[in-house]
């Protein structure tokens, strides 16, 4: 009798104990505050972390257009990727998911998040026109120094008895966006405020922005501004008429996005 109690007892206590397990089906909530910032030929995608306290990790997506099909380009357990697969004067859109350790993933992000990617170089050198005019000017899209007055001379610099100067031609446009701790820190162009003289002076870690003749748009962040030589970093939009050089800050979207019904595979 007493070994009839004992299994009796310990089938209750077994089923006590499974009564109390919980399965977690519910997944965290969306990440926020997705922002991007265009590479050269690379795409650098951030975000806030996720308020949920079981998150293990995130999926990171990309789509042509907002509303289209999104494609799984990584997962992380950071809040931050870079999409190596982008190419530069394409534009992409961005989403994110967060996944718990159950396996459980959420929608994908709401916020708007594209950007393009776009060439740029660092310590290139240009001369005085007055003193070497074959090597005074630069082209971004060919990414060439040429002599100032050459036809795609988009940029030329100028020393006038020790004050230094960045011109562009008449079918151009600059404007000194002011000192800036890098390059990365100019977003995008501005949409006024460009310099009727069409020149600026070329003050050391001050940034410009340049609407070239044919429409496009590229920055410059001086280093050095001397009486032989100008020093830069560049960055050029190579999308026609898109103002993007860095970064595209997101906003909110009450629309939904559907995930790809097919995954492709890790770029």
Known sequence: MKQIEIILIAAFSLWGCEKQIKIDTTPPPPPQGIQTISLDNAVEIQWLPSQADDVNGYNVWVSSTYDGEYELIGSTSIQRLVDYGALNGVTYYYAVSAFDFDENESKLSMDVAYDTPRPEGYGVVVSDYLRSPEYAGFNFSHHVVLNFDNLYTDFFYENVNGHFYLNVW???DIQDMGFTSSIDEISSSPAEGWAPSKSAEAITDHSYVVWTRDNHFAKIRVKEASALRLVFDWAYQ???????????????????R??????????
């Open 170 to 172: 008449d079918d151009s």
């Open 238 to 256: 190579t999308a026609e008429g898109n103002p993007e050089l860095k970064r595209v800050p997101s906003t909110q979207s009450n629309r939904e």
């Open 258 to 267: 559907s995930k790809s019904i097919a995954l492709s595979s890790v770029k």
